[in-house]
Structure formats: structure tokens, C-alpha cells
């Protein structure tokens, strides 16, 4: 893996939480139309640097960690346990 595809890997890493806090509470099916352009234009960044492959499951991972965070949040904030 390159310098750059594994800077564009942590920069996800660092965000993912972000993302799934600003989707918490929100409904599935407009996380999942707003996260289907995110992750069609991450591939678009990848591709040419990191290959179609592994580009595809680099943004799948993130795409999946993004959706396991927002349900956490929700199921958190549903027991009160969210300020």
C-alpha cells in the first residue's frame, strides 16, 4: 500500500466516527442514499491509486463502520445514555 492510499485510508478511519454521528437519529434510507454517493465517489479517488479491488473493499469497510456506529449511537441514545 502507498504513502498515499494509506494516508486516504486513516483520513477515513478519523472521520468515520463523524460521519456517523451527523447521521444518528436520521433515517435509514436517506443514510443509505447520502452514504451509496459517498461511497461511489471514494471509489472514484481510490481507483486510479489503489486498484478497483482493493479500492472496493477499502470504502465497503469504511461504509460498514459508518453503519455500525450510527446504530451503536442510536441504540445508546434509545437507552438514555447519550448526552
Same mark, same amino acid.
Given at each position: 500500500?502507498?504513502?498515499?492510499?494509506? /494516508? +486516504?485510508? #486513516?483520513?477515513?478511519?478519523?472521520?468515520? !466516527?463523524?460521519? &456517523?454521528?451527523?447521521?444518528?437519529?436520521?433515517?435509514?434510507?436517506?443514510?443509505? *442514499?447520502?452514504? /451509496? =454517493?459517498? *461511497?461511489? =465517489?471514494? %471509489? !472514484? =479517488?481510490? #481507483?486510479?491509486? &489503489?486498484?478497483? !479491488?482493493? &479500492?472496493? %473493499?477499502?470504502? /465497503?469497510? +469504511?461504509? *460498514?463502520?459508518?453503519?455500525g456506529a450510527k446504530r451503536? %449511537?442510536? &441504540?445508546?441514545? *434509545?437507552?438514555?445514555l447519550l448526552n
Open positions: 500500500m502507498t504513502f498515499e492510499v494509506r /494516508d +486516504f485510508v #486513516n483520513m477515513l478511519i478519523d472521520t468515520a !466516527e463523524d460521519v &456517523a454521528i451527523a447521521e444518528s437519529g436520521k433515517p435509514d434510507a436517506e443514510t443509505s *442514499a447520502r452514504l /451509496d =454517493q459517498l *461511497a461511489c =465517489q471514494l %471509489r !472514484e =479517488q481510490l #481507483n486510479p491509486v &489503489a486498484g478497483p !479491488e482493493l &479500492a472496493g %473493499r477499502i470504502v /465497503d469497510g +469504511f461504509i *460498514a463502520t459508518i453503519w451503536e %449511537r442510536e &441504540a445508546l441514545a *434509545a437507552c438514555g
